[in-house]
């Protein structure tokens, strides 16, 4: 159900989720030059041995380490937001590319699925997932969080469709 322009929600309130992570870019350059004068030090040991092409593989493995440094703070720039209003879910999805996907779900039969209910071990393979399901449409919510802050996140989205449903049934 899409709401007309000219519907203006009496109800409304957002999540912004993404996902933790814990070097900030001050953390970042003082990792880099810690390895990079490790591997300055180490290359002009080898240097002095005559061994002079060990400092191009050091140099590699310093720019592999920036590397994948890189892609995990472009990984970090994924968000979900979620939107309630009385009348529906709104959820947009944007991914570390900047691209936004919006998903629309009435607020009628919304409910919010834990699978499995169980939680388990920190150790398995597998890990619990947050769906929001209405009319057939299902949309996994923060599966790129960790699994510790599933339940909690849960609970946060329950409360909040339930909030909605409150507004709504108040404005009739």
Same mark, same amino acid.
């Given at each position: 159900? &899409?709401?007309?322009?000219?519907?203006? #929600?009496?109800?409304?309130?957002?999540?912004?989720?993404?996902?933790?992570?814990?070097?900030?870019?001050? +953390?970042?350059?003082? =990792?880099?030059? &810690?390895?990079?004068?490790? &591997?300055? *030090?180490?290359?002009? +040991?080898? *240097?002095?041995?005559?061994?002079? #092409?060990?400092?191009? @593989?050091? +140099?590699?493995?310093?720019? %592999?380490?920036? +590397?994948? @440094?890189?892609?995990?703070?472009?990984?970090?720039?994924?968000?979900?937001?979620?939107?309630?209003?009385?009348?529906?879910?709104? =959820? /947009?999805?944007?991914?570390?590319?900047?691209?936004?996907?919006?998903?629309?779900?009435? &607020?009628?039969?919304?409910? %919010?699925?834990?699978?499995?209910?169980?939680?388990? /071990?920190?150790?398995?393979?597998?890990?619990?997932?947050?769906? %929001?399901?209405?009319?057939?449409?299902?949309?996994?919510?923060?599966?790129?969080?960790? #699994? =510790? /802050?599933? #339940?909690?996140?849960?609970?946060?989205?329950?409360?909040?469709?339930?909030?909605?449903?409150?507004?709504?049934?108040?404005?009739?």
């Amino acid at each position: 159900m &899409a709401l007309s322009p000219l519907h203006t #929600p009496e109800f409304q309130q957002s999540l912004t989720i993404w996902p933790h992570r814990s070097l900030s870019k001050r +953390g970042f350059v003082i =990792v880099m030059a &810690a390895l990079g004068s490790l &591997a300055f *030090f180490i290359g002009l +040991g080898f *240097f002095l041995l005559g061994a002079w #092409p060990v400092i191009g @593989f050091l +140099g590699l493995e310093i720019l %592999v380490v920036w +590397g994948a @440094f890189k892609l995990n703070y472009r990984a970090a720039k994924q968000r979900q937001k979620l939107t309630a209003t009385e009348r529906e879910l709104i =959820v /947009e999805n944007v991914a570390p590319s900047g691209e936004t996907d919006i998903i629309r779900m009435s &607020a009628d039969w919304l409910r %919010v699925e834990v699978t499995p209910k169980e939680s388990p /071990e920190m150790s398995s393979r597998y890990r619990q997932r947050i769906y %929001v399901t209405s009319h057939g449409k299902r949309t996994e919510i923060g599966g790129f969080l960790h #699994p =510790v /802050e599933t #339940p909690g996140l849960a609970a946060e989205i329950s409360t909040m469709l339930e909030r909605a449903r409150d507004a709504r049934m108040q404005t009739g």
